[in-house]
C-alpha cells in the first residue's frame, strides 16, 4: 500500500511547461525514493546525456528529500556512462541543520550505478549581503559578435543545443575549423532556449554546457569527466547568464575546469570545477 | 575469528616515526572497515581537529580500501564538529576502473558521523607528462621576510603549528595585530616541522593549513568549512610546499577559499576550493 505523498512528482524552482523542469522532474516512490527519467534531450557528442543536466537532475532529488531549495555545493563523481532512459535516485540524509542540510545520492539505470553524489543544500534567500566581491563579469563581446554554439558542425545527436541557447566566445571557438587557439578556455552568454529564466536548479547545467577546454589545445580524444563539483552562491536575476571556464593545468593525463556564472547583474552566481581525464593530445 | 589482514595497519606512502603517518594510520578491521584515533596534535582554535587533517585521515582508508595510491580528487562535507578520540570510518567501494577508482567514506566518532566523503583515486607515477602549465607559483617573499605561524598569539590548543612550518606571507597576516588588511587572503611556505618531505596523502592537509581568509576582512567570529574538495596533481618533489589562497567572493553568509599548492619544482601539485558559513562580519 503506497504511503503518502508516493507516486507525487516533486521537483524544486519554478516548474511549468518548460523543457527544463520537464526533463529534470523527479517522481517520489518512497523514502528518499525517487524515480526520474533521463532524456535524450540534453545530449552530447555521442549521444550521452550532459552531465551537468544529470548533476542538475541528481539535485531535483536532494532538494526534494532534504526540504531545501538551493544546492550550495554539489559533488558528482561519475562512475559509468550514463545512458537516456529510466533513473532511480536514492538519498540519505546525512544531516539536517540549522541553516544546511547535507545529502548523499546514487542514481542507477538499468541497475548500473552511474552517479555518486554528495551536497548540501540552504535557502539562498535567507540573506542577500555581499561582503566583499571581487569577482567581476568577464568582459564578452556583444551577442551579435558571438558564435552560435548551434553553427558548428555537431551530430545530430547533440541535442543539448537545441534547448540552449549559447552565444560562444569567439576567440574560444578555433577547434570547430580546426584551428585551435592553444589558450585552453570557453565560455560565452548561455539562457536556456524556451525562454525559462536561470535559477539555482539550473546553474548545474550551465556550467558543464561548454565545450571541453582541451579541445582548444587540438585535443581529438575524449574528455571524460571524473568529478563535477558546482557552488551556487546567489540565486540569478533573469536574463542572460555570462559563463566563464578557463584551465590552468593539463598534466597525467588529466585537467581541471573552472567555470564561473555571472548573472543578468553581473553578480557571480556559480562556480564550478571538474576534473576529467583527456587522452589525444597533440605529440 | 578475524579475517587475514585483519588488525593490520595500512597506510599509503611513506610511514615512519613521522608524526603525520604516525596520526594518520587507519587500521583494518574487516572488508571497507577502518579504526583510526584522531589526535589533539592537530588541533585549531578551540582544540578541534583540523579539517585538512581529518581528510587526510579519510585519505589513508580510502587508499587503502580503493588499493590505489593518490588521491586524484577528494570531497569532504563536515556534519558535525569532529573532536580528538577513536574513529570507525567505513569505504564503500563504488567503482573500481581501469585508471581510477571512487569510493565513499564515513567517518563515526563516539557513533556521531563527523565526515562523509566522496572521493576518486588513482596512480599519479604512471605519467608525468606536462601538456600545457599556465599556473606559476606565486612570489613569496624569501624564509626569512615571512612570519613563523607559531609567533602570533595562538592559544596552546593550537597544536598542529608544533606539526607544522609554516612561514606565513606577511601582507596577510594583518589581522593577527588587529589590523587585518582588506584582502581575503593566506598563504606562505609550508613545511611538515619533523622533516617529512611532502606527497599525495599530506596535500589535503597543505591546503587547510591556513588561516581563513575573512580573518583579514576583520571577521572575528567561527568560519566552519561545509564542503572541502582536493585535487592533488602531481606527486611532490621534496622541500618546501608554496600555498596560496585566494577569495573571491563573500556573500549571503557564505566564503569560498581556493588553496593552490606548488611542490619545490614550481609543479601546481593540488587545488582546493572549500566553503564555509561566516558569521561576525564587521558592519
Redesign the interface.
Known amino acids: 500500500m503506497p504511503a503518502p505523498g508516493d507516486g507525487v512528482a516533486v521537483a524544486s524552482g519554478s516548474v511549468g511547461a518548460f523543457e527544463f523542469d520537464t526533463d529534470t522532474a523527479v517522481e517520489r516512490v518512497g523514502d528518499g525514493r525517487y524515480r526520474a527519467v533521463v532524456t535524450d534531450r540534453w545530449g552530447v557528442v555521442g549521444g550521452a546525456p550532459n552531465g551537468g543536466y544529470l548533476v542538475a537532475l541528481a539535485a531535483r532529488a536532494l532538494a526534494a528529500a532534504l526540504e531545501r531549495p538551493d544546492p ?2 554539489i ?1 558528482a ?1 561519475f ?2 556512462p550514463p545512458e537516456p532512459g529510466p533513473a532511480e535516485l536514492t538519498v540519505e540524509t ?2 539536517r541543520g540549522g ?2 542540510s ?1 545529502g ?1 545520492l546514487r542514481l542507477v539505470e538499468a541497475g548500473e ?1 552511474r552517479l ?5 543544500f540552504g535557502d ?1 534567500s ?10 567581476p563579469p568577464p568582459d564578452l563581446p556583444p551577442l551579435d559578435a558571438c558564435v552560435r554554439a548551434d553553427a558548428g558542425p555537431l551530430g545530430d545527436e547533440v541535442t543539448i543545443m537545441q534547448r540552449l541557447d549559447a552565444r560562444v566566445h569567439p576567440d574560444t571557438v578555433g577547434w570547430v575549423w580546426g584551428q585551435p587557439g592553444g589558450t ?1 578556455q570557453a565560455g560565452g552568454w548561455l539562457r536556456l532556449a524556451d525562454g525559462r529564466e536561470p535559477d539555482t536548479a539550473m546553474l548545474p547545467l550551465a556550467v558543464d554546457a561548454w565545450a571541453p577546454t582541451p579541445l582548444e ?1 587540438g585535443v581529438l580524444g575524449w574528455v571524460p569527466t ?2 563535477l ?1 558546482v ?1 551556487v ?2 540565486r540569478p536575476a533573469p536574463g542572460w547568464l555570462r559563463c566563464w571556464v578557463r ?8 585537467v ?1 575546469e573552472d567555470c564561473d556564472v555571472w548573472d543578468a547583474r553581473g553578480r ?1 552566481v556559480a ?1 564550478s ?1 571538474q ?1 576529467s ?2 587522452r589525444g ?1 597533440p605529440g
Do not use: K, N, Q
Open positions: 550550495l555545493t559533488t563523481h562512475l559509468t546525512l544531516r541553516t544546511t547535507t548523499a550505478p555518486a553524489v554528495l551536497a548540501s539562498l535567507r540573506d542577500s549581503s555581499v561582503a566583499y566581491d571581487a569577482a585552453p589545445l571524473i568529478e563539483t557552488h552562491r546567489a584551465t590552468r593545468l593539463v598534466a597525467g593525463g588529466f581541471e557571480l562556480m570545477r576534473l581525464r583527456v593530445l
